[in-house]
């Protein structure tokens, strides 16, 4: 957890004497949490509001497949209240906290209000949980360190609408800051993070027991011979690697490993976004080289970077030696996207190693230069699809309540971020996403009935509905296409299906799909 100083008062030199090679022991975390607390109200009340403008500067929060949650919380609604044939809620208890959170809330308040406020704690738990955790790696609140999480906390994963994923994260970046710098029972309060970060996503789960584990031996284990126990974990990243493919089909980015070492989540909306992106690399590089020199000869400062880097190393093996996409047997849908998604944890490691640096006004200064430049672009691009959201609202509203409506819109050219999920929020409340992939992976809680009116359930028919190959039925009438129908890939149209064509017959199709 944050501390509010760097360490206890100085220790006699009696007690120095005894202790040469022991570094100072911190203050208990939860102490020092309630001190940061106490200490800093204006500064945390200050830096959250800012923190949380990218979530209220347009109409709707663009953030991919946040879009398909909400949506799907309206027809969880509709299931509840029994006007959602073919359609039910499953048992499970993970990969969900963010909808329920959602569907409750927006029982009590709408939908709309409810999204924004579920994200914004989504946002608040991730960014102070990433800050939590740089602080305890620092021994002190690093708050030169600040833009260079902001932008991370609205990255890749998060412009991507993995939600329940970055949920968990956030949780798992607390418990690990109470597991660095925790005390005796305070260590134990991480099992009450652990349900919820279960609930929230499995691959939270394992990032809190796997390092947690790793620092609490590492607690134990003398440094001289800790190189032994990064060289098991890194055995086990690689014996997991082989297990995996050689039980599961697996499928692997086409992307170099090495574009994805935590900077990468900066690349979102198109080839500009390599500005920040080799900009904060850039400066990483420099700040860390000119820390080395600078404090040189000084004691233990080899030993204040060696943990963080050892948890970025074996961030980055894990990322780089595990598949993108693992077909489980028990799910239509393969998980994919795994690689891209966990660099959230490289970066927040790699923010690690800048929080042990000594605090200089250029830190901050290098750091905010980048960080507005992301976010200058971030407005813009996602100001773009806001735009064509409200479009999509204005057709839907033209037609029949229950109408069945298809999509097929494609990312912007260099985008990493899709943006086809607009349409299924533009339905809420009037029309119905035909090819809303969510029930059909049989990985969230709303499940579909073969020959339901609402929503296709089979993932392939749904795969086939949003990439434009789908041969409509007369069954599946009356039902409308929205498209891009100009080279801007912004602008929109809409028109009604026939039986017997093909849904992307018109409209924009990339070369390479």
Same mark, same amino acid.
């Given at each position: +957890? ?52 990218? /979530?209220?500067? =347009?109409? %709707? ?7 398909? =949650? ?15 044939? @073919?359609? =039910? ?90 597991? !660095?710098?925790? &005390? ?27 390092? @947690? ?26 014996? #997991? ?10 499928? !692997? #980015? ?38 080395? +020199? ?25 990322? !780089?030696?595990?598949?993108? @996409?693992? &077909? ?34 250029? %830190?901050?200064? @290098? ?52 943006? +086809? =999920? ?7 409340? &009037? ?47 009356? +039902?409308?296409?929205?498209?891009? /129908? ?28």
């Amino acid at each position: +957890m944050p501390s509010a100083t760097e360490d206890h008062p100085p220790i006699s030199t009696g007690q120095q004497q005894q202790r040469p090679a022991r570094q100072r022991p911190a203050a208990p975390a939860l102490a020092s949490a309630a001190r940061f607390l106490k200490d800093y109200p204006v500064r945390i009340l200050a830096t959250s509001a800012a923190v949380l403008t990218p /979530c209220f500067w =347009h109409r %709707h929060i663009e953030a991919g497949d946040l879009a398909s =949650h909400t949506y799907n919380a309206w027809l969880a609604e509709l299931i509840g209240r029994g006007q959602a044939p @073919g359609l =039910h809620l499953a048992r499970q208890w993970n990969n969900i906290l963010f909808d329920v959170t959602l569907s409750s809330l927006g029982n009590l308040v709408g939908l709309r209000v409810a999204e924004k406020v579920t994200v914004a704690t989504a946002v608040l738990i991730f960014f102070w949980g990433a800050f939590a955790l740089i602080s305890a790696a620092a021994r002190r609140p690093s708050w030169f360190v600040l833009p260079c999480l902001a932008i991370f906390a609205y990255g890749w994963t998060f412009e991507m609408g993995f939600l329940n994923f970055y949920l968990a994260l956030g949780l798992s970046f607390f418990g690990l800051a109470l597991l !660095w710098r925790g &005390h005796g029972w305070e260590r134990a309060l991480v099992a009450a993070l652990a349900p919820l970060t279960w609930m929230a996503h499995p691959l939270g789960m394992a990032l809190l027991l796997g390092v @947690g584990a790793y620092l609490v031996v590492s607690r134990i284990v003398p440094a001289r011979f800790q190189a032994y126990m990064t060289a098991g974990a890194a055995m086990l990243l690689l014996a #997991s690697r082989f297990y995996i493919t050689a039980h599961y089909p697996v499928r !692997w #980015s086409l992307t170099p490993a090495i574009f994805f070492n935590g900077a990468d989540q900066l690349w979102l909306y198109g080839a500009r976004y390599q500005i920040p992106l080799f900009s904060l690399l850039a400066l990483f590089a420099v700040f860390l080289l000119a820390d080395l +020199m600078s404090r040189r000869g000084t004691p233990g400062l080899l030993a204040s970077y060696s943990l963080p880097l050892q948890l970025y190393g074996l961030s980055l093996l894990a990322v !780089w030696s595990l598949p993108s @996409g693992i &077909h489980l047997p028990q799910y239509p849908a393969p998980l994919n996207l795994l690689t891209e998604r966990l660099t959230s944890i490289c970066a927040v490691f790699a923010c690690c190693l800048l929080g042990v640096m000594k605090p200089r006004k250029r %830190h901050l200064l @290098g750091l905010s230069v980048v960080a507005a430049t992301f976010f200058v672009f971030l407005y813009q691009d996602t100001g773009k699809v806001d735009r064509m959201e409200t479009d999509v609202e204005r057709y839907v509203s033209t037609l029949p309540p229950g109408q069945r409506v298809a999509s097929t819109i494609w990312t912007f050219l260099g985008s990493r971020v899709f943006i +086809m =999920h607009i349409v299924d929020r533009a339905c809420i409340g &009037h029309a119905f996403s035909y090819s809303n992939y969510e029930p059909s992976t049989q990985q969230f809680r709303v499940r579909a009935a073969p020959g339901n009116p609402i929503v296709v359930a089979n993932f392939a028919t749904a795969d086939t509905l949003q990439t434009g190959r789908y041969v409509v039925r007369p069954q599946d009438l009356p +039902m409308a296409q929205i498209y891009q /129908c100009d080279l801007s890939l912004t602008r929109l149209c809409m028109r009604q299906l026939t039986a017997g064509e093909v849904n992307g017959r018109y409209g924009v199709q990339p070369v390479i799909r």
